[in-house]
């Protein structure tokens, strides 16, 4: 794997991180609005690391055509039109947790260390009982 390739997955993974760690702060009325903090910054890059989460069964578009926007530098809501764009909401998948908390790795070393013990206590019943 050359170092651009590895450098492409810590940036897919990092996506899936800072999905993982968006909240809703509140709900503004009328009209159901979420306001998100945490919320992923929207880079060049950004909906390709989401689409190839979404593609590896990570994440999966809860809703696929929401309204976007940002605030001001200043913290306010923007002159005119709240939103500026159309995007999909994504939500991590049970796969999408097990990559962010290394789970398959545990399992796999988990699994190791089973067929070692199991080994080792068929080698030591096999030796106990040889006349």
Known sequence: MSLE??????????????????????????????????????????????????LRGWVEPVESAVPHGRLTAKGEFPPGDLYDSVKPVYRLTEGGWAVLNRSHG?????????????????????LMLKP
């Open 5 to 54: 390739d590895l450098n492409r997955e810590r940036a897919i993974r990092s996506t899936l991180r800072a999905l993982a760690r968006q909240r809703v702060a509140i709900v503004l009325q009328p009209g159901n609005v979420w306001v998100v903090e945490r919320a992923i910054q929207d880079t060049d890059r950004t909906a390709e690391h989401l689409r190839t989460c979404h």
């Open 106 to 126: 545990w399992v796999i070393a988990t699994f190791v260390v089973a067929i070692a013990s199991l080994a080792v206590g068929s080698v030591t019943v096999w």
